[in-house]
């Protein structure tokens, strides 16, 4: 029933940028956070940003923070993460999960992975 489907990942040349969406069905934004992750080649998984409007919070990590911002759309059931400036080691495999309370850092116990969308930064 619940269900998550990432799309928008592509090839870029370093310093481009790529908007990524995260489909989400079967409940609604406002019970729960929506978190985006990313596992890089033989790296484990990487917790990037959340967003839970209803508890006014919006994260990003250092790692990333100042390129990449994360958005919603409830009307939509959909949160992206736009990235922008690109560099070779963005590259992975990018998803996203749920999650019925998180911290302000996004600390939680996520849920419902979705499949993943590959993004390739070349240089």
């Known amino acids: 029933e619940v269900q998550f489907v990432e799309s928008g990942g592509d090839m870029v040349q370093a310093g481009g940028s790529l908007r990524l969406s995260c489909a989400a069905s079967?409940?609604?934004?406002?019970?729960?956070?929506i978190g985006w992750f990313r596992r890089a080649p033989g790296k484990e998984r990487e917790g990037l940003s959340c967003?839970?409007?209803?508890?006014?919070?919006?994260y990003v990590n250092d790692h990333v923070k100042g390129r990449f911002t994360v958005s919603s759309d409830n009307a939509k059931n959909t949160v992206y993460l736009q990235m922008n400036n690109l560099k070779p080691e963005d590259t992975g495999l990018y998803f996203c999960a749920r999650a019925m309370l998180v911290s302000p850092t996004c600390v939680g116990e996520y849920e419902s992975w979705g499949q993943g969308t590959q993004v390739t930064v070349s240089s």
């Open positions: 079967g409940f609604s934004f406002d019970d729960y956070a």
């Open positions: 967003i839970d409007s209803s508890e006014g919070i919006t």
